[in-house]
T-cell receptor, first 114, second 117 residues
Framework: AQSVTQPDIHITVSEGASLELRCNYS??????LFWYVQSPGQGLQLLLK??????LVQGIKGFEAEFKRSQSSFNLRKPSVHWSDAAEYFC????????????FGSGTQLTVLP | GAVVSQHPSRVICKSGTSVKIECRSL??????MFWYRQFPKQSLMLMAT?????????EQGVEKDKFLINHASLTLSTLTVTSAHPEDSSFYIC?????????????FGPGTRLTVL
């Protein structure tokens, strides 16, 4: 069965520190991959997506993610975290051919310490 | 970017009543919309695909008679939770894909918090 796994339920980092959120997927073929951020009272916002090509993807708000086929991973990174980055982060995948039906990971709650 | 709204943002109802949740695409048309359910500290689970002008497609295990979906126009989909019970309490989120084709971005509504007493 297709699945997306985010092993870290909760991560705490200090402001200014680097961040890496992990995501692994299990699909028959390499899926489309996404990272979304969810803040209270707001809809999920797309940070970045990977369809094909360059395996290092740049997104909004200074985020990037690297697709590693050998590890079935699509980890999200940010070199220097800001207090406003505190939120819930979801990794998602969709089968090739349509990005419309998303399978989400369980999410990682990010806390940023001053 | 495209905006999807949901109404209401939160609702509290008594057990046995029905609750309607609206999902609107504000500045674009959506022939398809998706409804998700999110439990606390858990992921979003796709419930159903709402299709304008035709019946919704429900995911396995989702009761179509309990969760009625109507896609009345190209900008509005509604989810009605019928005869709600406390176990239906959850966060319901809708999304709509942009009109750029199968790989276009999904735009999500802010969600509706349903509490059934």
């Amino acid at each position: 069965a297709q699945s997306v796994t985010q092993p870290d339920i909760h991560i705490t980092v200090s402001e200014g520190a680097s961040l890496e959120l992990r995501c692994n997927y299990s699909y028959g073929a390499t899926p489309y991959l996404f990272w979304y951020v969810q803040s209270p009272g707001q809809g999920l916002q797309l940070l970045l997506k990977y369809f094909s090509g360059d395996t290092l993807v740049q997104g909004i708000k200074g985020f990037e993610a690297e697709f590693k086929r050998s590890q079935s991973s699509f980890n999200l990174r940010k070199p220097s975290v800001h207090w406003s980055d505190a939120a819930e982060y979801f990794c998602a995948a969709a089968g090739r051919g349509s990005a419309r039906q998303l399978t989400f990971g369980s999410g990682t709650q990010l806390t940023v310490l001053p | 970017g495209a905006v999807v709204s949901q109404h209401p943002s939160r609702v509290i109802c008594k057990s046995g009543t029905s609750v309607k949740i609206e999902c609107r695409s504000l500045d674009f048309q959506a022939t398809t919309m998706f409804w998700y359910r999110q439990f606390p500290k858990q992921s979003l689970m796709l419930m159903a695909t709402s299709n304008e002008g035709s019946k919704a497609t429900y995911e396995q295990g989702v009761e179509k008679d309990k969760f009625l979906i109507n896609h009345a126009s190209l900008t509005l989909s509604t989810l009605t939770v019928t005869s709600a019970h406390p176990e239906d309490s959850s966060f319901y989120i809708c999304s709509a894909p942009g009109s750029g084709g199968p790989t276009d971005t999904q735009y999500f509504g802010p969600g509706t918090r349903l509490t059934v007493l």
